[in-house]
Structures are given as C-alpha cells and as structure tokens.
C-alpha cells in the first residue's frame, strides 16, 4: 500500500513537473540511503542520467515562468510528464524495470500495470495545471505566470519528498489536487456564463 502512495505521489509530481521526481529518486538513491531503487531502476542514480536530468530541469524551469512560452512548454510537456510519471510511479513503487521481449507476456503480467497508472496519474495532473495557467496569464496579464510556476515547482518538490519520507502524505497533497481542479472547472464556468451575457 505504502509503495502505491510512493509511486501515486512521484506520478503525480511528474504532473506539475518532469523532472524533480526522478531527479530526487536518482540523487537520494545515489548519495543516501533513503532510497534504494530495484536493479532495474539503478540508471536513475547514473551521473550522466543525473545531469541530463537536471539540465532538462533548469530549462523547465526558466521555459515554465514566461508567459507564452510556458504555453509552448505546456504543449511540449503533454508528452514528457506523463512519461515521467509511468518512470516515477514504476521506480518508486519498486516494479521492476521490464525488458519487453515478448509484448503478449509483457500485457498479460501486468508488470505495465504501475507504468501506465504512473501515465494516467501525471496526465491528469498536468491536465489541471495547463487549463489553469491561462486562467492565470490572463487574469494577471501575464505577470502571475512565474509565480504559479514558482508555486508548481515547490509542490513538485514538497509532494516528491512526502512521497518518500512519509506516503500517506500523499492522500493530503491529492485532496488538495483535487480541490483545486474543481476550483478551476467553477471558475472557468462562471468565467464562460459572464462572457455569453
């Protein structure tokens, strides 16, 4: 149960940000002994992998607090953060990496079952993140831009830690989520019922 909560909170993180979870799961496996990551996920601790990581995570994070050009990297990342999330949940939830040299065994042990969890989880995260950053952008003109992002990234952070070091944190941090897509989904309607008037 407790893996789920690791891997539901690295997916979810993923959502808000690609980088940070794999980032932490790497560093934390490679220089403490607070993650042990199974043989199949050892790459993540890898120094190259590390370093490419964090570049790709200073890019998201200088792409993701400029108006317009968060838009773009939003676009962009519909396809990096689910990914990251399937990686996530996979590593943290302690599934083995799978060599899919038979595609019909690969489907029928459900080994794919915690990736594609991981894919929905940080999908749908993102999901939420990129309809409420053009609520954002256009009610501040763009100026609420790097301070949302500034938020995202914090919450990326705090929900990857938590989901390492104490999972039923998790629970929280997607109630939390929660809210704040209905919060969203109001907004936009009220938004839309001003606007048809």
Partial sequence: MLEALTGTGLAASAGLNAYIPLVLLGALSRWTGLVDLPAGWQWLGNGWVLTILVVL??????????????????????????????????????????TVSDPGAFFSSNQWVPIVAGVLIALSVHGVKAAARPVVNTTTA?????????????????VSVAAIVFPLLVIVGLLVLVWFAVWIARRRSRRRARSSV
């Fill in 57 to 98: 995570l200073a890019i998201e994070v200088v792409a993701d607090k400029v108006p317009v050009v968060d838009h773009v990297n939003d676009v962009v990342q519909t396809f990096v953060r689910p990914t990251a999330g399937g990686l996530a949940f996979g590593a943290g939830s302690t599934s083995e990496t799978v």
């Fill in 142 to 158: 763009g100026v609420g831009a790097p301070v949302a992002s500034t938020a995202e990234d914090i919450g990326s952070v705090l």
